[in-house]
């Protein structure tokens, strides 16, 4: 019996996946530009389809929910409208909070307050007390049945944090300030 020399086989070496030609470089980079591609697709339509109203992720569905649409884009801005009540204790001090609603509403800008008038829905005298706070007047429900109507103040304290990136476009003059 002959022996073979130790470190030579007469075995071919066994191809790694690597070299395979089901497995080459280009259909790894294929398929993973397709994995990739797939994950962003993925995300964008989660982010920004809105078939339920669980998922508010633009504007124009805001828009579209808002009470009298076409008014409410037109001559103010759609808003998200959040009532809750404070409940404060002093003895002792404790503070609750009730569960918060939320509700389509609309903000009109100041120019644009005659609608209300024209329809009575404010008295010159909500007018009045509203302009000398410097306030505008903010709305739920549709105008022509029973709207909720507040003088709402524009809180310039609050900060939208989405938007303090140094890379965000700045807001428009028009919507800084109503």
């Known amino acids: 019996m002959r022996r073979k020399p130790a470190g030579r086989t007469n075995t071919p070496p066994k191809p790694s996946i690597f070299q395979s030609p089901m497995f080459n470089f280009t259909t790894i980079a294929i398929l993973g530009g397709v994995f990739v591609l797939g994950i962003g697709i993925g995300i964008a339509f989660s982010s920004t389809a809105t078939f339920t109203p669980t998922n508010v992720a633009s504007r124009e569905f805001i828009d579209t929910k808002a009470p009298n649409p076409e008014i409410c884009v037109q001559y103010g801005a759609s808003a998200m409208v959040m009532d809750t009540?404070?409940?404060?204790?002093?003895?002792?001090?404790?503070?609750?909070?009730?569960?918060?609603?939320?509700?389509?509403?609309?903000?009109?800008r100041t120019s644009n307050w005659e609608i209300l008038r024209q329809r009575n829905?404010?008295?010159?005298?909500?007018?009045?007390?509203?302009?000398?706070r410097l306030n505008t007047f903010g709305f739920t429900g549709?105008?022509?049945?029973?709207?909720?109507?507040?003088c709402v103040y524009q809180n310039d304290a609050a900060k939208n944090f989405f938007v303090t990136d140094p890379g965000a476009v700045a807001p428009s003059i028009e919507t800084d300030r109503f």
């Open 85 to 108: 009540r404070l409940f404060v204790t002093l003895n002792p001090f404790n503070v609750y909070v009730s569960q918060p609603s939320m509700r389509p509403g609309c903000v009109l």
């Open 121 to 132: 829905l404010v008295t010159s005298d909500q007018v009045r007390d509203c302009k000398n």
């Open 142 to 150: 549709n105008l022509s049945e029973k709207p909720d109507i507040n």
